[in-house]
């Protein structure tokens, strides 16, 4: 039984969900659903593996050993090195590895790359502790977002790459009647390689940002160069292993991928986008890096920072909806790129089944909820974790001057297990709509701003307004009013941006599942790309078709 | 029976045969499959419409009228005058259709517009007429490509459109189980549209090259502008008062289409191109223009020229390769962008099943097929019909002067109906592989370069070399060793086209089939769009999903 005969029927299966876009996921989410051992033998490896050079790749050539991540929990460096390579060995080998790597069957390809996704599954506790100690993450969103959710992304790649690649006859007979006689015409039909591939890695979901690109680029017969952030390079690396093993155990050229890590001091990210050889960027990122990458003559995928925003109108009750907007918030301490940043709520207040709740009611129940959720030392430190970034955790300690009036100041927590985390708590400040130069950008982090707004129709007016200019990735909606509803669905998506109603309980608005909902729509400003839709994988490769007489 | 239900039987067998590329046409090529009437009727038609105002359009509000074509065949101008409008009211009047037509299910946009194609289809015969009086195309050729092979284009863009918009559900109920509680979400899924688009049309094929991203942007739900060529509106205008009158009929906007008339002295293009409304341009036409075209910050679909080339290398039997290759120069006077310009052949001859003919040998019997071609009074004026402009006239005659050693010069040759047709038969231009600054750039017209090369190795070196500066749209090969025919393959699709092997009898390297054949692969310089993949569809509209709990 060969890779893809092995991993057909779950190829299959990620190929119904995809279109079904029903709950799917190979991967169990639950740490508990793995071996009783892993995690303490995940906590042994990474003892291990701190202060050591990252041996793993199989990469040779190196110029020097660099590494330069901090633990947010530790707040030390984890003393992780990484190999350095030149640009041009990097290029040279993408290059050659592009020739046997493009030329390989779909099928072939698809085996391979399931595989590779099997044997990152074995790393999951590893690489939950790789993320924790480079993005801050708490312990469980690491595991799932680096470990099973990242997997499922980068399978909805593969299946959608298998499935656009496969959806014409590699041979058919045409055949056309001239009355007297028929014209047969043999043809076949190639998709074909489009050339190197670079994806650039972001700080804060080092996997789960960077392996729809990777395996959209690989899928589709492409070689692809991994340009980590330098601050969070342990995760994806521990992922190139893994493939780089795959690929070496079944006679691949292994530089099919390629870790190119840098460091903040002589960064090589630009030299590689611009080389010529590297045809695709995928990039997750800032607006500004993310506009340079747009602006080279390629094909980039890119996602950018957005600003995301609630509209809270009416509820049929209003604790369970103040719970789940503090947990949106708090999660990762805003640092999702699906976390909501601005919630605008009417001078006039909430209605509730019951009652009519005042504004000034419901802003005190966000800040109340808040503090319930970071206070409660069984729930607060596993949500907020730690803030990833020095530039960050200062942005949000000193929000409070931006000007509005300051409903509840971040201040730290305490974390029994890292008693040296970075940590702030979300600050919230109340604005008023005019304060357009306060709230109408992106500030990444535990900041959330409450938007005095005249009526629901300013609300949305608003928000629209913002996300036209600046983008978004998720927008969340309160309303009990079926019109308003559909007016809030309407304007929003005319806009490009999806719309997630009265969430509660269990659902949160940053959460985007894979198979099923898009993360990025690919329409606002927010970024070009979109996981995983057709375009995703399609822009990727070159239908060609021969003809035979 | 609305007109989705009237039209689903075509519908189904459109997306069978786009998804098997197998042959399919629900439109007659044959003029005979028509009313015995059609031919006469049109021809009177044609007669009462030159020199008289081009009414049928609804659309109101023209700055003037004003039209300069002329016939290649009659060398008069034809006379016909179109309405001319402001850019800002074509703009205005395409943003107002936008908002209902956007907002159209997929269901009922996919019914009109096939609808419209069957109206369209009762004009085949004046657009014939309005076809061979502006581009010179011959009668059969202006009848099939403005007719039968453009509406399957144009079907073929609906049908890909209505596949890749409804390949997800419009609602699902997504559950993810929890252990003690299942998560449910209701799901939308909704191709959202882009925005205006506008169809830049080309001035030889002014129907066959506009309705694929006509269609294309109306399936998607766009509104659509579309500015002809000043020199070939006609035809096009025909097609768009059908398109007005199903719109109008259905209570529609009928500026969901609008035709964008202008005159080579006060054109519009760049201002309709670059207005923000404008979110999307097609265009077909020279490199130079596709270029700015591409360098718009919107998103472009464009076909330029590119240099196709022939590789002869060994054949069967000799005489009905050549008599294949001199009716695939001759047609239409070389003026199909699919047309032949370089053949590329080795100074060792070709060798056929019995003999090794001598390199001079083949050249005078290519040579001699053209002109036994265009001799043939029942075959020569019907094959190469007029030459649309002078200028391509000049260049024609003058392209003796170019450097190389001349094999035949063009002349003319006698078309019996029109006496006065600006005619000039093939010219043929034996170059040495070394006269790059000849042979490597399109010379558009009926001009043949052939090229001696050391080996069929060097010439697939030449031609590999030259559409991977240039482009093209087809190649052609003839080769008798399949090791040669896998590696000319092999080559030419890295570079990203399409070889056409060993055509003779019916088969033309010049044609591509619609449902079949994808015209252009939008990964060489030839140009940037393919009909039609998915992506030519896919890049016009936003998939965008809300949630709901």
Redesign the interface.
């Given at each position: 039984m060969n890779l893809f005969e092995k991993h057909q029927a779950a190829l299959n299966s990620a190929i119904t969900a995809l279109?079904?876009?029903?709950?799917f996921t190979p991967y169990p989410e639950n740490p508990r659903a793995y071996a009783e051992d892993a995690d303490a033998k995940a906590k042994a490896w990474m003892s291990a593996a701190m202060n050591n050079d990252f041996t793993g790749l199989k990469q040779t050539g190196e110029l020097a050993w660099s590494g330069e991540e901090v633990s947010p929990f530790l707040q030390i460096g984890i003393g992780v090195k990484y190999p350095l390579f030149s640009v041009e060995s990097l290029i040279n080998n993408a290059n050659n590895a592009q020739k046997s790597w493009s030329k390989t069957d779909v099928n072939t390809r698809t085996g391979i790359l399931i595989e590779t996704l099997e044997r990152i599954a074995t790393r999951f506790f590893d690489i939950a502790y790789a993320t924790m100690h480079t993005t801050g993450q708490a312990y469980m969103m690491s595991f799932q977002a680096s470990g099973p959710h990242a997997n499922d992304r980068a399978l909805e790649a593969i299946a959608m790459g298998y499935q656009?690649q496969t959806?014409?006859?590699e041979k058919?007979e045409?055949?056309?009647n001239?009355g007297k006689?028929d014209?047969k015409?043999n043809?076949d039909?190639?998709p074909?390689a489009?050339g190197v591939g670079l994806v650039i890695g972001c700080s804060t979901f080092p996997i789960w940002n960077t392996v729809p690109g990777l395996y959209a680029t690989l899928i589709t017969g492409n070689a692809c160069i991994v340009k980590p952030h330098p601050k969070a390079i342990f995760p994806i690396a521990i992922v190139m292993e893994e493939i780089q093993k795959v690929l070496a155990e079944n006679g691949f050229d292994t530089n099919i991928v390629q870790l190119a890590a840098d460091s903040s001091n002589s960064p090589i990210t630009k030299q590689l986008a611009e080389n010529a050889a590297v045809k695709m960027v995928d990039f997750t990122g800032s607006s500004e890096f993310g506009n340079y990458v747009e602006s080279l003559p390629k094909l980039t995928f890119t996602e950018k920072a957005g600003v995301n925003s609630m509209i809270l109108d009416s509820v049929n009750e209003l604790q369970p909806v103040l719970a789940n907007i503090a947990f949106s918030v708090s999660l990762y301490s805003g640092q999702m790129c699906t976390a909501p940043q601005n919630i605008f709520i009417s001078k006039n207040g909430v209605q509730t089944i019951n009652v009519l709740v005042s504004y000034d009611e419901v802003v005190n129940g966000i800040a109340a909820a808040i503090t319930g959720l970071v206070d409660n030392p069984k729930a607060g430190p596993g949500t907020i974790g730690a803030i990833q970034t020095e530039a960050t955790y200062k942005r949000t300690i000193e929000a409070k001057n931006l000007g509005g009036k300051l409903i509840l100041d971040a201040k730290s927590i305490k974390n029994e297990e890292f008693v040296d985390a970075r940590i702030a708590t979300p600050v919230v400040i109340e604005v008023d709509k005019s304060q357009k130069d306060i709230y109408n950008r992106e500030c990444f982090g535990p900041i959330l701003f409450i938007v005095k707004t005249d009526s629901v129709e300013d609300s949305l007016s608003l928000c629209k307004e913002l996300v036209l200019e600046k983008g978004a990735l998720t927008c969340g909606a309160y309303t009990t009013n079926e019109a308003t509803k559909e007016t809030i669905?309407n304007e929003m998506?005319?806009a490009?941006?999806?719309?997630?109603?009265?969430?509660?309980?269990?659902?949160f608005i940053n959460s985007h599942?894979a198979f099923?909902?898009?993360h990025l729509?690919?329409?606002n400003p927010a970024g070009n790309a979109?996981f995983t839709?057709?375009?995703f994988v399609?822009?990727r490769f070159?239908?060609?078709?021969?003809?035979?007489?």
């Open positions: 279109s079904a876009r029903t709950y656009e959806r014409f006859p058919v045409w055949v056309k001239f006689f014209l015409i043809k039909f190639k074909v489009k669905a998506n005319e490009f941006v999806p719309v997630s109603f009265n969430f509660t309980g269990a659902g599942a099923s909902d898009f729509t690919g329409g979109s839709n057709s375009e399609t822009k070159v239908w060609v078709g021969n003809r035979f007489m």
